[in-house]
């Protein structure tokens, strides 16, 4: 017979499905603007390119605010260990056997696979990996500033991280791509500039959920609708028409603005029966982008180059790869979920 604790914990661990509608749209456009080549315009792809990674941050941070109890850091770091840390090493060493497998056929060489060996140990990782570490040390700075409830050290930490940032900007990636022994240098830097970004996004989601509930019980569905369409609407002009230069501070108002405002739009329209399809798409968000850059991207380029005869990936056909990666995409989920998952972190 279940514990008391056991039904809690559950009742905690229960999926809320307006998150993971922001995660399955989230993740969707993240496949999307990987596989789109010069075709959705400028304005709209850097808007994507800056709400579509902070919004797994905004909504962690979102979770944790959501939760009456404290948890201490080091209960936090268990957890997320196994939900993020074992499935970085399994799927590193994955990605690293597919590797070898096109070096074989001659499609890389020997130094491409040491890079990606070093930036796995440095938790730079390979592709789309590098966003496990920095959600999972992002939460870890946050929640230890939040246990220690010094506003002196948020403020000195929040100094830190904006002055790193800036002189990490100002490491352009001009300077990144001058050499092979540049990018080595760079790659543990670019690690500590993931954790930077990471934890003010997840800060901003546990503040405004500690609100949301007054919000949204008191204001109709439309007043909602209006809420959100005005901050996705703040959060475009800002990323992609403002005319202000105000540094890092430009990249963080659309960051938090556009997932609280698709944050707020999914909860108004969590009910619509289209709405299944970016819900499996969230539970399954961290499996969709891992595969996705790693093989599927991967396989597309050779095959347009070397089947179709293309020497640029380019225009409307990146499409039809984006919609047979969905496709192909869902046998693997599958697999992961009912064969494989002890390398998601789960029993």
């Known amino acids: 017979m279940r514990s008391v604790r056991d039904i809690l914990i559950k009742i905690m661990n229960k999926r809320l499905d307006y998150i993971d509608i922001l995660k399955g749209f989230s993740i969707l456009c993240i496949v999307f603007i990987h596989f789109e080549e010069a075709v959705v315009p400028s304005w709209l792809k850097t808007w994507i390119g800056l709400f579509m990674i902070s919004t797994f941050y905004f909504t962690s941070g979102w979770i944790l605010g959501l939760r009456e109890e404290n948890i201490s850091l080091k209960e936090h770091l268990l957890k997320r260990w196994k939900s993020l840390g074992v499935p970085y090493l399994w799927f590193s060493g994955l990605i690293l056997v597919f590797d070898l497998l096109l070096l074989l056929f001659g499609y890389y060489d020997w130094m491409f696979i040491g890079r990606e060996v070093y930036k796995t140990l440095v938790l730079r990782g390979i592709d789309t990996l590098w966003f496990l570490p920095a959600l999972f040390f992002g939460e870890l700075i946050f929640i230890y500033l939040k246990n220690k409830r010094s506003w002196l050290l948020i403020f000195g930490a929040l100094l830190f991280t904006f002055v790193y940032m800036y002189l990490y900007g100002c490491w ?118 891992i595969v996705h850059e790693a093989f599927f991207h991967e396989l597309s380029k050779i095959f347009d180059k070397y089947v179709l005869g293309y020497d640029i990936f380019w225009g409307e056909r990146t499409l039809v790869y984006f919609v047979i990666t969905i496709l192909l995409s869902y046998p693997i989920v599958w697999f992961f979920n009912n064969r494989a998952r002890f390398m998601l972190g789960r029993k």
Not at 229 to 240: E, K, N
Not at 242 to 267: D, E, Y
């Open 172 to 289: 352009t990636s001009e300077y990144r791509n001058l050499s092979v022994l540049n990018q080595i240098i760079d790659a543990p830097f670019y690690t500590i500039r993931n954790f930077m970004g990471a934890w003010p996004i997840v800060a901003m989601g546990y503040l405004f959920a500690k609100d949301y509930k007054r919000i949204l019980s008191c204001w109709s569905h439309w007043k909602i609708f209006l809420l959100s369409f005005v901050l996705i609407c703040v959060s475009i002009y800002f990323a992609s028409f403002s005319k202000l230069n105000l540094g890092v501070i430009s990249h963080f108002l659309p960051s938090v603005l556009g997932p609280l405002g698709l944050l707020l739009l999914a909860k108004v329209v969590e009910r619509w029966r289209v709405m299944r399809f970016f819900v499996y798409w969230g539970c399954n968000s961290m499996v969709l982008m």
